[in-house]
């Protein structure tokens, strides 16, 4: 089954960086063959169009360690991408713990640009979720845009809300997050997204996320029951995708 990539755009500071390992404190400045600098509204669409996606995942890692939602970033990599690809639509992980902090932050873009909401699909990743959060989208209007992230680090679960062990509340779109792995050129966690296919329900579409180095690894991700899988690094270095154009 042919495995879709999907470009990841890790935000801090209102800047662009380069995700290692997971290790949030060392991230430097994106550098990339696709573009010049690290701002998101230059980097994002430039992602797109090597991935020839129309999906781009953000992970707002200033709202992941605790700090406020990037908005002003957020609202200008939106408007870029209005003017660029009107149909893209922003996979977007900002560490919310329950479903008030997320609409807070919908309401908030909307407030700055009316209608921005609409373009976003999100990502409730089970490191930062509290305790309820995941059995309250089942019933909720957000749910069948959202998708829930499963985080683990060096064969640990980053889950205080159990999500991992709960499968028949997880949605229909899945990411299989193995951060160690980011960036880290070590190739694919496939045998974590074996252990959460087994799991799932037919038909649950699964991202992968972390170490695909090449067109190789993107295929045997593919052969595993992956439909997706989250690039930042093979991009950026030109080891996937599409090159800038001259």
Same mark, same amino acid.
């Given at each position: 089954?042919?495995?879709?990539? !999907?470009?990841?755009?890790? %935000?801090?500071? =209102?800047?662009?960086?380069?995700?290692?390992?997971?290790?949030?404190?060392?991230?430097?400045? !994106?550098r990339?063959?696709?573009?010049?600098?690290?701002?998101?509204?230059?980097? =994002?669409?430039?992602?797109?169009?090597?991935?020839?996606?129309?999906?781009?995942?953000?992970?707002?890692?200033?709202?992941?360690?605790?700090?406020?939602?990037?908005?002003?970033?957020?609202?200008?990599?939106? /408007?870029?991408?209005r003017?660029?690809?009107?149909?893209?639509?922003?996979?977007?992980?900002?560490? /919310?713990?329950?479903?008030?902090? %997320?609409?807070?932050?919908?309401?908030?873009?909307?407030?700055?640009?009316?209608?921005?909401?609409?373009? !976003?699909?999100?990502?409730?990743?089970?490191?930062?979720? /509290?305790?309820?959060?995941?059995?309250?989208?089942?019933?909720?209007?957000?749910?069948?845009?959202?998708?829930?992230?499963?985080?683990?680090?060096?064969?640990?679960?980053?889950?205080?809300? =159990?999500?991992?062990?709960r499968?028949?509340?997880?949605?229909?779109?899945?990411?299989?997050?193995?951060?160690?792995?980011?960036?880290?050129?070590?190739?694919p966690?496939?045998?974590?997204?074996?252990?959460?296919?087994?799991?799932? #329900?037919?038909g649950?579409?699964? !991202?992968?996320?972390? =170490?695909?180095?090449?067109?190789?690894?993107?295929? #045997?991700?593919?052969?595993?029951?992956?439909?997706? /899988?989250?690039? #930042?690094?093979?991009?950026?270095?030109?080891?996937?995708?599409?090159?800038?154009?001259?």
């Amino acid at each position: 089954m042919p495995c879709a990539l !999907i470009p990841v755009l890790d %935000l801090l500071g =209102g800047q662009v960086v380069r995700a290692v390992r997971g290790d949030r404190a060392r991230y430097q400045p !994106i550098r990339s063959v696709l573009c010049e600098g690290a701002r998101p509204e230059v980097v =994002g669409p430039a992602l797109l169009v090597a991935a020839d996606s129309d999906r781009l995942y953000v992970a707002d890692l200033d709202a992941l360690t605790g700090q406020a939602v990037q908005l002003d970033a957020l609202a200008g990599l939106l /408007w870029s991408l209005r003017r660029d690809r009107p149909t893209a639509r922003l996979w977007l992980d900002a560490g /919310w713990p329950d479903l008030v902090a %997320l609409r807070d932050t919908l309401a908030r873009l909307d407030a700055i640009g009316p209608g921005m909401a609409e373009a !976003i699909d999100p990502v409730l990743a089970s490191e930062a979720l /509290w305790p309820g959060a995941l059995g309250a989208l089942q019933d909720d209007p957000l749910a069948p845009r959202a998708l829930l992230s499963l985080d683990r680090r060096d064969g640990h679960r980053l889950d205080r809300a =159990g999500c991992w062990d709960r499968p028949a509340s997880w949605p229909a779109q899945l990411i299989v997050m193995t951060l160690e792995r980011v960036g880290a050129d070590a190739g694919p966690d496939l045998a974590t997204l074996a252990e959460v296919a087994a799991r799932a #329900a037919p038909g649950t579409r699964l !991202i992968g996320a972390g =170490g695909v180095r090449d067109q190789t690894d993107l295929h #045997a991700a593919g052969a595993a029951g992956a439909s997706a /899988w989250l690039v #930042a690094s093979a991009l950026h270095d030109g080891r996937l995708g599409r090159p800038r154009s001259a």
